[in-house]
């Protein structure tokens, strides 16, 4: 049973451009979790998704990000025209059921994005 | 405002002694605690948790303390071993943010001397 897959592992893009990362949860989860990692600090959560339906995105910036999870396909992180400030690692979680309640979550590897 | 620190931010320790890391929390809302720890270039992987009704839990090797009086909890690494060395991060909800979303601490570096 695979984990959760994020791809890609690293990406590198340049002021403006768009990033588009991607997680597949785990075999049977049908909650996300995007959460962004910066150098030495903890992940801080961004916005958190079920299939085709966005559920809480308080920690998401209101421009340039956006995410989305289709009924059918990975969940996507987009990030539009880039900027410096957003080089980090974004992970992504995924869980059997809303995390009202345990609902432990697991992580993927993480996509490192740097922005030149 | 409220939020999830840790004490010290590393810790290096011999390999076979015990390893304390520690973790406070400021909102006594929170009522789910959670330790990840996380190697170099991986995600987070769990550890153990605790309720809020609980003081203790015991897992393999670890052990998860919660005193909710001064809000602290800790994480007791029993026999340290190199491949404990990482950064470790508690996380907790029910308070600083939605009951959806795990709020994480800086987290500690732990490295093991042999």
């Known amino acids: 049973n695979a984990g959760v897959m994020q791809n890609p592992r690293h990406l590198v893009r340049r002021r403006g451009q768009e990033a588009r990362l991607r997680c597949s949860p785990m075999?049977?989860?049908?909650?996300v979790y995007w959460y962004r990692q910066l150098p030495e600090e903890g992940l801080k959560f961004m916005v958190y998704?079920?299939?085709?339906?966005?559920?809480?995105e308080s920690g998401m910036p209101k421009e340039r990000f956006s995410a989305e999870f289709p009924k059918e396909g990975p969940s996507i992180l987009r990030i539009q025209q880039v900027v410096r400030g957003d080089s980090a690692a974004y992970f992504c979680?995924?869980?059997?059921?809303?995390?009202?309640?345990?609902?432990?979550?697991?992580f993927g590897e993480g996509s490192r994005l740097t922005v030149l | 405002g409220e939020s999830v620190g840790l004490h010290l931010p590393t810790l290096s320790v011999q390999e076979g002694d015990n390893s304390i890391i520690n973790c406070a929390y400021s909102?006594?809302?929170?009522?789910?605690f959670i330790w990840y720890k996380q190697e170099s270039g991986k995600g987070p992987q769990f550890i153990i948790d605790?309720?809020?009704?609980?003081d203790k839990r015991q897992g393999q090797r670890v052990t998860v303390l919660l005193n909710k009086t001064v809000k602290h909890l800790s994480l007791q690494i029993a026999a340290t071993q190199p491949g404990d060395s990482a950064v470790y991060f508690c996380?907790?909800?029910?308070?600083?943010?939605?009951?959806?979303?795990?709020?994480f601490g800086s987290g500690t570096q732990l490295t093991v001397l042999p």
């Open positions: 998704l079920q299939k085709e339906n966005i559920i809480d």
């Open positions: 075999k049977g989860h049908s909650h």
């Open positions: 996380a907790e909800k029910g308070g600083s943010g939605s009951a959806r979303q795990l709020t």
């Open positions: 979680a995924s869980s059997q059921r809303t995390s009202g309640g345990t609902g432990e979550l697991f």
């Open positions: 909102n006594s809302a929170s009522d789910y």
């Open positions: 605790i309720r809020s009704n609980m």
